[in-house]
């Protein structure tokens, strides 16, 4: 299994720009997808990007594209999330997480085995 550390989040003001890590430990990093989700309190947890195991793919939320980014070094076993142009509606604790199983990148909760334990990400207007 993978161990994951979320990383990066702060206080930025609208406009500005944040860079999330993911960094793993444990099994090989480049055997897993990883998706990064947020999550307002009261709210679900939604998916934000994923990026496949070879970094080839990516896949974003509509509200994020064009703004996020996400890319991976697998050698340093860190996925990042690149975030520009923030907006208060951004702000959430964001999750990143690993899928092990999926033959194509997932966007739902369920298909994420794995989960760091979240960065708050505050964007003040």
């Known amino acids: 299994q993978v161990q994951l550390v979320d990383a990066g989040g702060g206080l930025v003001q609208t406009g500005g720009s944040l860079r999330l890590a993911c960094v793993a430990s444990g099994r090989t990093f480049s055997d897993y997808d990883v998706g990064w989700f947020r999550q307002v309190p009261g709210q679900e947890r939604t998916f934000v990007a994923a990026i496949r195991r070879t970094g080839g793919r990516t896949y974003y939320e509509d509200s994020v594209t064009g703004r996020f980014t996400i890319s991976r070094d697998n050698v340093k076993n860190t996925v990042y999330l690149q975030m520009n142009s923030l907006k208060p509606e951004d702000t959430a604790v964001y999750y990143c997480?690993?899928?092990?199983?999926?033959?194509?990148?997932?966007?739902?909760?369920?298909?994420?085995?794995?989960w760091g334990r979240g960065t708050q990400v505050t964007v003040s207007s």
């Open positions: 997480a690993a899928d092990a199983a999926s033959l194509v990148l997932r966007t739902t909760r369920q298909a994420y085995e794995y």
